[in-house]
Nanobody, 122 residues
Framework: QVHLVESGGGLVQVGESLKLSCAVSGGTFSDYAMGWFRQAAGKEREFVAGICWHGGCTVYGDSVKGRFTIWKDNDKDTLYLEIHSLEPEDTAVYYC???????????????WGQGTQVTVSD
């Protein structure tokens, strides 16, 4: 059984930075392509970033390009997302996911974490 646990969310001010983590247990982390999604209240889940299994290729959602960085540490079985220059529109629950990465696109799979809340205050 694979478990994903996000952490690092919280209440931050506009313009600050935040690093989210997703610890994975079970399975073989180094084999996984992974991604981050977010869902704001009353809105659909939105793709944020994806990374291929070896970490050398990434893709980002159009709304976050240039401010978000995804990477994975295959020694620590952990996925990360760093967010810079936070905006109120970044307020959402952030979820990590195990999926597939092909031809520069990330497709989500069925394994999700429970989410971590990020709230940006102006």
């Amino acid at each position: 059984q694979v478990h994903l646990v996000e952490s690092g969310g919280g209440l931050v001010q506009v313009g600050e930075s935040l690093k989210l983590s997703c610890a994975v247990s079970g399975g073989t982390f180094s084999d996984y392509a992974m991604g981050w999604f977010r869902q704001a209240a009353g809105k659909e889940r939105e793709f944020v970033a994806g990374i291929c299994w070896h970490g050398g290729c990434t893709v980002y959602g159009d709304s976050v390009k240039g401010r978000f960085t995804i990477w994975k540490d295959n020694d620590k079985d952990t996925l990360y997302l760093e967010i810079h220059s936070l905006e109120p529109e970044d307020t959402a629950v952030y979820y990590c996911n195990i999926g597939g990465y092909y031809a520069g696109k990330y497709n989500h799979g069925d394994w999700w974490g429970q989410g971590t809340q990020v709230t940006v205050s102006d």
